[in-house]
């Protein structure tokens, strides 16, 4: 594989380039940037170090990665991006480097897409699988699990953590965890439902998505304390592998005062 740059790219001497490597016309790429095998840069992106990127990754005009955190205490220190294999990042899409204070690194996993203007905040942990859609912002600090899907102007605040399989509806603020394979909405977010159509699009298999809608009714519909509610489902179906997922995030989450269901 032949690695490619536009005679109109800027790239520094120092970035470290995989085979089959593309990066189009008018592509900025600055010092410290390491750029996996056939990841391409389609045209006016910049992509400043200390960054490293994956392989297989698609990048589309005007996006960012890799531009200092918006924090008022970052002093220039050497944080950076890191993002794994096969990603498609759309355009207008923004993605931060990490704080000092934060660990210093924004993670991005395998296999995602962040679709045209979303923006991916300092010291932020985005798993595998994940869809981003038009217009979502992650705060600082935000944790979002495997197979996440948000729909259009999502907005999550720094620090939340948002399990594994959720799906955040359209328009939703979340400013507290939201459970695995649960359905947030609203302003402020609230859990509704079980993402059901995403754990078929999953492939979870039918006796652990039933498992969940069990703990799902028993957490968020009882009407008991949350803390007596968490140990009923571990006792009952806690040894779902999933359910046993939900139980360990909801309680690591109970200070976060995860949102339930209106009732």
């Known amino acids: 594989m032949v690695t490619r740059i536009h005679p109109t790219a800027v790239v520094a001497g120092d970035v ?15 010092e410290g940037v ?19 990127l994956g392989a297989g990754n ?39 480097r990490g704080t000092v204070k934060g660990g210093g690194v924004t993670r991005v996993g395998s296999g995602g897409l962040l679709m045209v203007g979303v923006h991916v905040a ?13 217009g ?29 399989s959720a799906f955040l509806a359209g328009g939703a603020m979340a400013e ?3 459970p695995p394979y649960m359905i947030a909405a609203g302003d402020r977010a609230r859990v509704r439902a079980v993402n059901r159509v995403g754990l078929v699009r999953r492939g979870v298999p039918e006796a652990s998505r039933l498992a969940i809608k069990r703990a799902f009714k ?24 999933y359910v046993a997922r939900l139980v360990a995030f909801v309680r690591a989450s109970c200070s976060r005062q995860i949102p339930g269901k209106p009732r």
Not at 122 to 134: A, P, R, W, Y
Not at 151 to 160: I, K, L, Q, Y
Request: net charge negative; glycine share 14%.
């Open 176 to 178: 507290r965890d939201v």
């Open 122 to 134: 300092h010291d932020v942990l985005i798993e595998d699988k994940v869809t981003l859609t038009n």
């Open 136 to 164: 979502t912002l992650l705060g600082g600090h935000v944790q979002i699990g495997s197979w996440v899907v948000t729909a259009g102007h999502v907005a999550v605040a720094p620090f939340v953590h948002v399990g594994e």
């Open 16 to 30: 470290m380039l995989g085979e089959g490597v593309e990066i189009g016309p008018y592509c900025v790429v600055g």
């Open 58 to 96: 698609v990048v589309h005009p005007f996006a960012v990665i890799g531009a200092p955190p918006q924090e008022r205490g970052y002093g220039g220190e050497p944080t950076r991006v890191e993002i794994g294999d096969d990603n498609v990042i759309r355009e207008h899409a923004t993605i931060h």
């Open 34 to 52: 390491a750029i996996g095998a056939a990841t391409r840069l389609l045209s006016h992106c910049v992509v400043t170090g200390p960054a490293k």
């Open 218 to 241: 028993m957490l968020f519909l009882g009407g008991e304390p949350r803390s007596s509610a968490i140990e009923r489902v571990h006792d009952c179906l806690g040894s779902d592998p």
